[in-house]
Each structure stands twice: as C-alpha cells, then as structure tokens.
C-alpha cells in the first residue's frame, strides 16, 4: 500500500522569504505524485505534478517541486512567497488508473 | 485543465433528514469519480469509488447504506446521505478521472470545490 507523510503541519514564513514544503511517500512500486492547495473552504487545486520525465517539475504560481526517488520525496518550493500563498497544501500519490493517498496537510502562514 | 462542479456549495439540514450531493464533470466524461470526506483541520478521506453503470466500492469503515453513491452517467455521480445526524457534518468533495484525457491527463484527478453539509 501507498501512504505518505507530510512531516510539518504549519509552516509560518514572513512575505518574500523562501519555503519548502516536505512530502514524503512510501510504496514499493512506481508512483504518480501531485501537490494540491486548498483555501478555506474550496475545493483542491492543482498545483503541480509528476508523472514521468524530469524531476524538477514546475507549477503554478510560482511553485516547484523535485521528485528524490531515492529517499522517496517531492518537496515543494517557492523562492519568494506572497501573502495570497496562505492556505492549505497537500501532497498526494497514486497508482496509475488508482486512488490517490493523502497526505495531512500543511497550513502555510505567511506574515507581512 | 477539465472542469468539476459540485451542488449545492453548503446545506444545512435537521437531523434524520436526507441530503443529497450532485457531481458534475463539465467538460469531460468520467468513468470513474470519486467522493471525499474532510473534518476541519484534517486531510480527505476517501469514502467510496464511483463508476458509471455499476456498484460504488466503498472503503473500509464507510456505510454504504447511509451513504448512498449512484453514477448514473457518465458526468453525474450523486451521494446521498441518509438519515442525517450532526456528526455527519462536514465537508464533501468529489473528484473525477478523464479516462478519455489527452496525454498524461487521464492519471489525473480533478476535484470539485466541495460542499458544506451542516446537520442541526
């Protein structure tokens, strides 16, 4: 079975300062990886994701994320956040043709 | 990307009540949709897989027979809470997969913006 870890749950960071959002995975075969945000009450949205090619996958928004195989992560990045970049983020994976595996979310708080 | 709508957006309804849930892909077809749970400050907890002309397939700890999920078509998929008590309250998201996607799209999910059940 597939899970994943989203280690911090609330990543504070000041306006134009970089972040990296950690998202770890586990499974024993190949996976399709993808991060979402979600703002209060709305639905997902796609920000980015890996299904093959080059790790270094970018996103919308300005986010980007590499795919590690080896240590199984695909954190997300930003160099300069906005305060408009307050929300929820979440990492998920899934098998081809398979459902996705959550992780538990990660509230980015930006301050002025 | 394809577009998912979700009615209604919030519904607040009596206990014992029954509320039903439509998901809608717009500009696709989706053979298979599926419905999420979420509680505040929690991830989404997959409730059921919904594919069109057959039987849901509910995970493990979901009631089938309070939460009714039919996908009569291939771009309507329903969930229906029966008999509604407060600890049902909470926010419900559908996504759908575009089997017909160009490319690498049909791995995809695309997810409606959700709707707020409120059981008084």
């Known amino acids: 079975a597939q899970s994943v870890t989203q280690l911090d749950s609330q990543v504070p960071v000041f306006e134009e300062a970089p972040v990296e959002l950690r998202c770890n995975y586990s499974?024993?075969?190949?996976?399709?990886l993808f991060w979402y945000v979600q703002y209060p009450n709305q639905g997902l949205q796609l920000l980015l994701k890996?299904?093959?090619?080059?790790?270094l996958v970018k996103g919308i928004n300005g986010f980007e994320a590499e795919f590690n195989k080896s240590q199984t992560s695909f954190h997300l990045r930003k160099p300069s956040v906005h305060i408009s970049d307050t929300a929820e983020y979440f990492c998920?994976?899934?098998?081809?043709?398979?459902?996705?595996?959550f992780g538990s979310g990660t509230k980015l708080n930006v301050k002025p | 990307g394809a577009v998912v709508s979700q009615h209604p957006s919030r519904v607040i309804c009596k206990s014992g009540t029954s509320v039903k849930i439509e998901c809608r892909s717009l500009?696709?077809?989706?053979?298979?949709m599926f419905w999420y749970r979420q509680f505040p400050k929690q991830s989404l907890m997959l409730m059921a897989t919904?594919?069109?002309?057959?039987?849901?397939?509910?995970e493990q700890g979901v009631e089938k027979d309070k939460f009714l999920i039919n996908h009569a078509s291939l771009t309507l998929s329903t969930l229906t809470v029966t008999s509604a008590h407060p600890e049902d309250s909470s926010f419900y998201i559908c996504?759908?997969?575009?089997?017909?996607?160009?490319?690498?799209?049909?791995?995809?999910?695309?997810f409606g913006p959700g709707t707020r059940l409120t059981v008084l």
């Open positions: 996504s759908a997969r575009d089997f017909n996607g160009r490319g690498m799209e049909k791995y995809e999910q695309f």
């Open positions: 998920a994976v899934s098998l081809p043709f398979n459902k996705f595996y």
């Open positions: 890996y299904l093959s090619g080059s790790t």
């Open positions: 499974s024993s075969v190949s996976v399709y």
């Open positions: 919904s594919n069109e002309g057959s039987k849901a397939t509910y």
């Open positions: 500009d696709f077809q989706a053979t298979t």
